[in-house]
């Protein structure tokens, strides 16, 4: 049987943080296994690149500032790209129900030292953005530091930087189950190619991570939820330094990407097949409506419904990360349940689930509200549901 002292389960970019910070912290015997044929097959080839502080819980708003470090100097740490482009957050609001909530969040993020976003006019909000429709907004909160990032780009600067440091990668490689010893502890990963002996295993499996921990018997409270996204063809319509732009009341929101407009809106049902990640009928057409109504500019501009695509989000109880060893087996650790914030929260999610494997505890920053044992202590963390 194969050893390793670590296995971690996902080889997208919140797995490959956590191996290459292990790696820092003179882990050794590191091996990754993922069920895809390549990198980023799973929900980071997905993810449309958004990267903000612009949060409504505090801890997210750490977690942020703590990610937003360490992409400042990812290409000295790792030598790759991550792309980190601060051209802004623009959140928008329809009335001033949506303008209070926002306004309740910009409070916190002062709190937690976002200092730099700030309240803005309706005026404002169209001098930021001046491809807006006139009517529909009475203002909203404006994160200048908030921005881009190349999800694609993240995963292969931590890949490769933790392959330099001798962390093995297996790709195809499928997990089957995970054994038990009689102290309750994982002793083996089963996979289709076969057993491997484990000191440690990290589950950083995205949404299938329930799956995973089913199979030892264990529960992980994660389920999948899809999101949608489709681009326009090439166009000038808007600049490349267009800040992402969110309406809060709806989701509705956009970016520019490679001459392309990302168009998004997170509909409220679910699809039959709650992993599916096929486009719904008639989204496509919905989201596009929404586009040219707030954003005339793109009337003249095809949309590619053949184009679109969907992803699966991770999503937890109170829709914030899951991090830390599972109180109920002391050597399987958690990264999961990041709802739509794991690409970018990924440095910092590694970083911290690296020193808790290390020191017993996160040292960057009190990872202590992203305990897995929080929700059997019905202690969920609040949060806006508008941030």
């Given at each position: 049987?194969?050893?390793?002292?670590?296995v971690?389960?996902?080889?997208?970019?919140?797995?490959?943080?956590i191996?290459?910070?292990?790696?820092?912290l003179?882990?050794?015997?590191?091996?990754i296994l993922?069920?895809?044929?390549r990198?980023?097959?799973?929900?980071?080839?997905r993810?449309?690149?958004?990267?903000?502080?612009?949060?409504?819980?505090?801890?997210?708003?750490?977690?942020?500032?703590?990610a937003?470090?360490?992409?400042?100097?990812?290409?000295?740490?790792?030598?790759?790209?991550?792309?980190?482009q601060?051209?802004?957050y623009?959140?928008?609001?329809?009335?001033?129900?949506?303008?209070?909530?926002?306004?309740a969040?910009?409070?916190?993020?002062h709190?937690?030292?976002l200092?730099?976003?700030?309240?803005?006019?309706?005026?404002?909000?169209r001098?930021?953005?001046?491809a807006?429709a006139?009517?529909?907004l009475?203002?909203g909160?404006?994160?200048?530091?908030?921005g881009?990032?190349r999800?694609?780009g993240i995963?292969?600067?931590?890949?490769?930087?933790?392959?330099?440091?001798?962390?093995?990668?297996?790709?195809?490689t499928?997990?089957?189950?995970?054994?038990r010893?009689?102290?309750g502890?994982?002793a083996?990963?089963?996979?289709?190619?076969?057993?491997?002996?484990a000191?440690?295993?990290?589950?950083?499996?995205?949404a299938?991570?329930g799956?995973?921990?089913?199979?030892?018997?264990?529960?992980?409270?994660?389920?999948?939820l899809?999101?949608?996204?489709?681009?326009?063809?090439?166009?000038?319509?808007?600049?490349?330094?267009?800040?992402?732009?969110?309406?809060?009341?709806?989701?509705?929101?956009?970016r520019?990407?490679d001459?392309?407009?990302?168009?998004?809106?997170?509909t409220?049902?679910?699809?039959d097949?709650?992993?599916?990640?096929?486009?719904?009928?008639?989204?496509?057409?919905?989201?596009?409506a929404?586009?040219?109504q707030?954003?005339?500019a793109?009337?003249?501009?095809?949309?590619?419904g053949?184009?679109?695509w969907?992803?699966?989000?991770?999503v937890?109880?109170d829709?914030?990360?899951?991090?830390?060893v599972?109180?109920?087996?002391?050597?399987?650790f958690?990264?999961n349940g990041?709802?739509?914030?794991?690409?970018?929260?990924?440095p910092?999610?590694g970083?911290?689930l690296?020193?808790?494997?290390?020191h017993g505890?996160?040292?960057?920053?009190?990872?202590?509200?992203l305990?897995p044992?929080?929700f059997?202590?019905?202690?969920?963390?609040?949060?806006?549901?508008l941030?």
């Amino acid at each position: 049987m194969i050893r390793a002292s670590v296995v971690i389960i996902g080889g997208g970019v919140i797995g490959a943080s956590i191996a290459w910070h292990l790696a820092q912290l003179g882990w050794k015997d590191i091996l990754i296994l993922d069920q895809g044929e390549r990198p980023g097959e799973g929900s980071t080839g997905r993810a449309t690149g958004g990267f903000r502080a612009s949060y409504g819980s505090a801890i997210n708003v750490r977690l942020s500032l703590l990610a937003r470090e360490r992409l400042r100097r990812f290409a000295e740490d790792t030598g790759g790209t991550c792309g980190f482009q601060p051209v802004g957050y623009l959140w928008l609001a329809a009335n001033s129900a949506e303008r209070d909530e926002l306004r309740a969040g910009l409070e916190l993020q002062h709190r937690e030292g976002l200092g730099e976003s700030c309240e803005v006019t309706a005026d404002q909000c169209r001098a930021l953005v001046p491809a807006l429709a006139a009517e529909r907004l009475v203002g909203g909160v404006w994160s200048p530091t908030d921005g881009y990032i190349r999800p694609m780009g993240i995963l292969a600067g931590y890949l490769s930087a933790a392959t330099r440091e001798g962390v093995e990668v297996r790709w195809r490689t499928r997990v089957e189950g995970l054994e038990r010893d009689s102290a309750g502890r994982i002793a083996a990963v089963h996979t289709n190619t076969g057993p491997i002996s484990a000191d440690h295993v990290v589950n950083a499996a995205g949404a299938w991570a329930g799956q995973v921990a089913a199979t030892a018997g264990l529960d992980v409270p994660v389920t999948p939820l899809r999101r949608q996204i489709v681009p326009t063809a090439p166009t000038s319509a808007l600049p490349p330094g267009t800040p992402m732009t969110l309406f809060a009341g709806d989701g509705f929101h956009f970016r520019v990407r490679d001459d392309h407009v990302l168009l998004a809106w997170p509909t409220p049902g679910a699809a039959d097949d709650p992993w599916s990640v096929t486009v719904e009928p008639g989204w496509v057409e919905q989201v596009t409506a929404m586009a040219h109504q707030r954003v005339p500019a793109l009337r003249a501009v095809p949309v590619r419904g053949d184009a679109a695509w969907g992803g699966l989000y991770e999503v937890s109880p109170d829709k914030h990360a899951v991090l830390g060893v599972h109180p109920d087996c002391e050597n399987f650790f958690l990264a999961n349940g990041s709802s739509g914030h794991g690409v970018m929260h990924s440095p910092a999610l590694g970083a911290l689930l690296a020193e808790i494997m290390t020191h017993g505890e996160a040292r960057s920053l009190d990872a202590s509200p992203l305990r897995p044992s929080r929700f059997a202590e019905n202690d969920l963390i609040p949060g806006s549901a508008l941030l």
